[in-house]
């Protein structure tokens, strides 16, 4: 349900008073049933699970709003106050034991599983103050001040951020009129310091405790400590950039920007002693810089046919600059471990570090891994008075003048986590478009690539694991897989786990993110006017769009774009394909 309510009062010439109220509901009511016969829960004789959610947004924006032209000096400025809410509302309840094989009902089970139900909110609330000036179509001037507040802190709710920007408009100059190749051209640059308060949760500033029944009396476990002291992560931000048509051929934008974040979100680990490990903190500082541009080349243009390329693309770079203030030092925290991610001062936020997979024993068909060690006794050779290093970079910081080597291992408890030199973070990413028109006809497609970058692909490790014969799907990779003494191969046996962990986190399912991905492909007609003028219409178009057509990745079924660094999951699946037909037809 969306209701959306606006209000307007010129209070006098230029000057406008303005309210809006605006309403969303969304409600999701889920049903799943596991029947008692074939499915995974056979052995408690069938499982109803009923669940439902509600969200809830509200939003209220007063202002007022002023327009106003002197010569040729465009004044628009406006002055605000924005409050908004958010409710979500969840509900849960199971039941196991099934009456009847295909009841959706509650009551159709007779054994209760805990139920469960909870809500989660936050209120913000924003004066907002802007200014714009424009001369003579030629000159840009825009500043804006926010003062934001969330309810997701709790001693410093409040937040001041601001930016300013200007343009300059080269083709409305004299010294530019007599051009010829130069159509337009616009310079524009712009700082400011953005304020962000997600990524923490609704109440990172609280002790949050889980509520459980321990022999029907009230039972509270502590489960991750709040920081009452956390605040917004603040971000100043530098652009520059250009705008410009060239000789009726290309036109388009290029942007270069730098945003330096400071006060990070930042889970510092603490010492066992507290009680709890981590603590999320406003501490470090990142650096991301980068080139964005959107390019549109017209290649073809007459009366008969035209064909038009488009391109637009982002370079980035990500950068940690400090870390967290370690308390038990007094000093920079020198390394962090965030799942298979190492992050530390030069490196990005998304660097890969885990074992280095090395390939598979041709005599044995063993999977190996690379071991680093402190060579103790200087032979060069592992043994019992040498000290295997799991974490190289933590033990290299702790023991500086450590003796390290490097031999190979079959046990993977032995292998070394480090960093592998791969990010996640591709070189470019975009989309690319091509669009034609041929008399009546007309054809438009949309591509988004990405080049560069790495992923994991647990989909497929789930795929080449060592289970037994009938538990697990495999992959028909499988089929390669080491057999026989002096067999050359990078997939090792299948020995029923003899061999411990064989496909746990390594670089073996580490795969390039490279994907091109054909989004979008629409073919239209449109009748001639004498035609359908006769039948009185004044247009008639047929169509045929395609969605989500084909997607092409290093390994079939991987889809690197599905989420945010690209690591695939059993639980994520590709957008689906769709094709309609369809006709637009206007009296």
């Known amino acids: 349900v969306n209701f959306n309510n606006d209000l307007k009062i010129t209070l006098f010439e230029g000057l406008n008073f303005e309210n809006n109220f605006a309403y969303q509901y969304f409600m999701s009511d889920d049903i799943s049933l596991n029947e008692p016969f074939y499915s995974p829960s056979k052995g408690q004789g069938g499982v109803i699970n009923r669940s439902r ?11 007022l709003r002023y327009k106003k032209t002197f010569d040729n000096i465009n004044l628009a400025a406006f002055v605000s106050h924005v409050a908004t809410t958010y409710e979500f509302n969840y509900l849960e309840a199971e039941r196991s034991k099934l009456v009847t094989p295909f009841g959706t009902d509650i009551r159709n089970g007779v054994v209760n599983t ?20 424009d001369f003579s179509n030629k000159y840009f001037l825009n500043a804006t001040f926010n003062r934001d507040a969330s309810s997701r802190f709790v001693n410093n709710k409040w937040g001041n951020f601001y930016s300013v920007g200007a343009a300059w408009v080269l083709t409305q100059e004299d010294f530019m009129s007599s051009s010829s190749f130069i159509n337009f051209l616009k310079l524009k640059g712009s700082y400011g310091v953005i304020g962000n308060s ?28 709040g920081n009452p002291d956390l605040t917004w992560e603040s971000s100043n931000q530098l652009n520059g950039g250009v705008e410009f048509e060239l000789g009726n051929f290309v036109d388009g934008s290029i942007e270069a920007y730098r945003k330096s974040t400071t006060d990070m979100f930042f889970d510092r680990r603490v010492g066992p002693s507290v009680g709890y490990a981590l603590i999320k903190v406003n501490d470090g500082e990142m650096l991301n810089s980068g080139i964005e541009f959107d390019l ?24 940690l600059l400090a870390m967290p203030i370690d308390p038990a030092t007094g000093e920079q925290q020198k390394l962090d471990i965030d799942g298979s991610y190492g992050r530390t001062v030069g490196r990005s ?13 041709s005599a044995t068909g063993a999977a190996m891994w690379e ?6 006794d200087n032979d060069g050779v592992f043994g019992a008075g040498d000290v295997v290093i799991t974490s190289l970079t933590s033990y290299v910081n702790d023991n500086p003048n450590a003796n390290v080597a490097q031999d190979i291992t079959e046990v993977y408890s032995e292998a070394t986590d480090k960093f592998v030199d791969k990010t996640t973070i591709p070189d470019v990413s975009g989309s690319f478009r091509l669009n034609a028109k041929y008399g009546n006809f007309s054809l438009s497609t949309l591509f988004n690539y990405s080049l560069g970058g790495w ?6 490790a789930n795929l080449m694991d060592n289970d037994y014969a009938g538990t697990n799907n495999f992959s028909v990779d499988i089929r390669n897989r080491w057999m026989n003494p002096g067999d050359i191969t990078d997939i090792p046996r299948q020995d029923a786990r003899f061999q411990i962990q064989q496909n746990a986190t390594s670089t073996r399912f580490l795969t390039k993110s490279d994907f091109l991905a054909l989004n979008n492909v629409r073919l239209g007609y449109t009748m ?28 079939q079924g991987f889809n690197p774009s599905t989420s945010v660094t690209g690591n695939s999951s059993i639980y994520q699946y590709n957008p689906l394909s769709t094709i309609v037909l369809g006709i637009n037809l206007n009296l």
Not at 53 to 63: A, D, M, P, V
Not at 299 to 319: A, P, Y
Not at 371 to 376: G, L, N, Y
Not at 531 to 553: R, Y
């Open 114 to 133: 805990p139920s469960d139900g909870f809500t989660r909110d936050e209120r913000t609330e924003s004066y907002i103050a802007n200014a714009t000036l």
């Open 198 to 225: 997600g990524g923490i949760g609704f109440y990172p500033g609280y002790n949050i405790y889980t509520v459980n029944n321990l022999n029907d009396n009230i039972s509270l476990a502590f489960d991750t400590k």
């Open 296 to 319: 549109d080349f017209k290649l073809v243009e007459n009366d008969k046919f035209k064909l038009n390329f488009g391109i637009n693309g982002n370079v980035l770079k990500n950068e």
């Open 349 to 361: 936020l998304y660097d890969w570090y885990m074992p280095v997979y090395s390939g598979v024993n």
């Open 371 to 376: 071991r680093s060690f402190d060579d103790v």
């Open 53 to 63: 959610s509600e969200t809830k947004n509200y939003t209220i924006r007063t202002g």
């Open 528 to 555: 001639p006017k004498d035609v359908i003028t006769k039948i009185g219409l004044s247009n008639l178009d047929f169509f045929i769009t395609g969605d989500n057509l084909a997607f092409f990745s290093k390994r």
């Open 455 to 460: 992923s994991y692909d647990t989909a497929y």
